[in-house]
């Protein structure tokens, strides 16, 4: 019996999380629907507001970011760190996405159009903000940067699918 890989379009996942907040510093919270405007970012967000801490260095594909709730899984059982959806930092916590594959990719988080832009890096000041030594464990699974090519307004429980 053989196995055929899995197919960049035979995969579903879900909204787990969402988060945001308003200027850098700022403690994430926590919502149960985001508003997300095309070209732009998150309504309400730091970066939509330009009082972010990559604000002086604008980027089209860093209006959205996602990350894997499995990297949450991994970061524990793998390094015992535990980390809390809105201790990452990302936007939009998904379970079952497989994000490192899908740059330069577009597909549907509800009713929004995304364009994954490139993986999201680690950075030292999510470590100074939540005191723990994740930088090293995140490489290669700390998100992924999209643009917004449809508004609309994303929930938790919403279906990830791809644009076909």
Not at 48 to 73: C, I, W
Not at 150 to 157: E, L, T
């Amino acid at each position: 019996m053989s196995t055929q890989p899995l197919s960049p379009t035979s995969w579903h996942g879900t909204v787990t999380h969402l988060c945001s907040c308003p200027r850098a510093y700022l403690p994430m919270r926590s919502f149960d629907t985001l508003t997300l405007i095309a070209g732009k970012g998150i309504e309400g967000d730091r970066y939509a507001n330009e009082l972010g801490y990559y604000s002086d260095k604008p980027e089209e594909g860093r209006q959205v970011t996602l990350f894997e709730l499995e990297t949450l899984e991994a970061l524990k059982r793998d390094y015992g760190i535990e980390l809390q959806p809105h201790e990452h930092r990302r936007n939009i916590t998904v379970q079952g996405v497989p994000l490192n594959h899908l740059v330069g990719k577009q597909f549907w988080v509800g009713d929004v159009l995304l364009e994954a832009m490139r993986l999201s890096t680690p950075c030292k000041h999510i470590e100074e903000l939540t005191g723990k030594s994740i930088f090293n464990p995140m490489l290669h699974r700390s998100g992924l940067n999209c643009r917004i090519l449809q508004s609309a307004v994303v929930h938790v429980g919403d279906t990830v699918k791809p644009a076909e």
